[in-house]
């Protein structure tokens, strides 16, 4: 709901008030409809047609020092105030990036950057290419193999990263349709690559260090925005010690009630096992409370679905990233352990604990990834 929601994290667009939103409520946003086949690597590109839509990496790395986290994100936003300016500066399309960094002992580091489309950011629709500046993430082949290719630069932080499959694609849902709640049209097209392997440089105060790592990878896009009654969402993705791969997520209400879940387990066989929102169960059990604004994030949870139980350990309690672009949000993101009948690394997203999000001046997500 990514980065993890839901159409991602992930997920904040600009609030848009009085002739703005009445501009975006008569944009004809195409609907997420099931039975439509993702084709790749067309749909690792853009789909500017669509309202809202995130690329998102997670990753734990075990040098320079072991259990460092890192995320990268880039949201494209289409917020429909632009549409009859003939101008190609228009903003038509907002393109915003958040980048993490937890080091245990240290904390959280992050960096952001937003722009809209043709003035410092772009996107390409045929493959994975989106940029802002000197940050991009695109996908590369060569000689018949791929890889995602991550370049990011800023003040406490920088990297050039390798992130190589070793497993296929994981489709969310139906073939890629995720259901978002329990009508059809809350719903996004969701792509995760799990279990990619990292490799490159991280440039820290000065020295430059070579890593290597796990990452998980996401791509969403959506029209539809929350359901109502919904403030936010709890998601995670995790790369399993033997191989395989957990996904898993809920709505939430206002008195953290869940309105909707999902999970899905691939075993280290490739096996793929789906579990509906009656099957799935969030229970908070430990809080860690932001000094910043007060809020109360559960960063010990359990995560029940089927016949599996397993609890989340954050690597650091104070993973929450305070951001200003495009418009001031916070939300927690952060690398985490869990162990129980699955164990493993990833990352926990959790939205919505420091005030109702909002995108496109109505109740929205970064859709769970």
Do not use: C
Not at 138 to 158: A, C, D, K
């Amino acid at each position: 709901m990514r980065r993890r929601s839901f159409l991602a994290t992930p997920l904040l667009l600009p609030s848009l008030t009085g002739t703005a939103a009445a501009a975006a409520s008569a944009v004809d946003y195409p609907a997420v409809k099931a039975g439509v086949e993702l084709v790749f690597p067309r749909d690792h590109g853009a789909h500017p047609d669509f309202r809202t839509e995130w690329w998102y990496v997670t990753g734990a790395l075990d040098a320079p020092q072991p259990d460092v986290g890192f995320q990268f994100t880039f949201f494209r936003s289409r917020p429909g105030i632009a549409e009859g300016l003939r101008s190609p500066l228009a903003a038509r399309q907002i393109v915003f990036a958040h980048a993490a960094l937890t080091i245990p002992g240290e904390g959280l580091l992050h960096a952001e950057r937003a722009a809209r489309a043709n003035l410092g950011a772009r996107f390409a629709s045929h493959d994975l290419d989106v940029g802002i500046g000197a940050w991009r993430m695109f996908r590369q082949e060569i000689g018949g193999r791929e890889s995602l290719q991550l370049r990011m630069q800023g003040p406490q932080f920088s990297w050039e990263l390798s992130l190589n499959p070793s497993q296929p694609l994981l489709l969310q849902g139906d073939a890629g349709h995720s259901r978002k709640g329990h009508t059809p049209d809350l719903a996004s097209h969701y792509v995760s690559w799990p279990q990619l392997r990292v490799a490159g440089t991280l440039l820290r105060q000065g020295r430059r260090h070579a890593v290597d790592g796990r990452a998980w990878f996401d791509h969403e896009w959506s029209t539809t925005l929350l359901g109502g009654g919904a403030v936010g969402w709890d998601w995670l993705g995790i790369n399993l010690g033997d191989g395989g791969a957990l996904m898993a997520f809920r709505m939430r209400d206002a008195a953290g009630s869940t309105l909707y879940a999902h999970a899905a387990w691939r075993d280290a066989d490739g096996r793929l096992q789906q579990f509906a929102s009656e099957q799935v169960h969030f229970t908070p059990l430990r809080h860690w409370q932001s000094p910043r604004n007060g809020a109360r994030y559960p960063v010990e949870i359990e995560v029940r679905f089927g016949e599996h139980s397993i609890r989340t350990r954050p690597a650091v309690d104070d993973q929450e990233l305070s951001t200003t672009l495009p418009t001031p949000v916070s939300y927690w993101e952060g690398l985490v352990r869990v162990e129980g009948s699955l164990s493993g690394r990833g990352y926990l997203e959790m939205t919505g604990y420091a005030g109702r999000l909002r995108v496109g001046g109505a109740a929205g997500h970064r859709l769970p990834a």
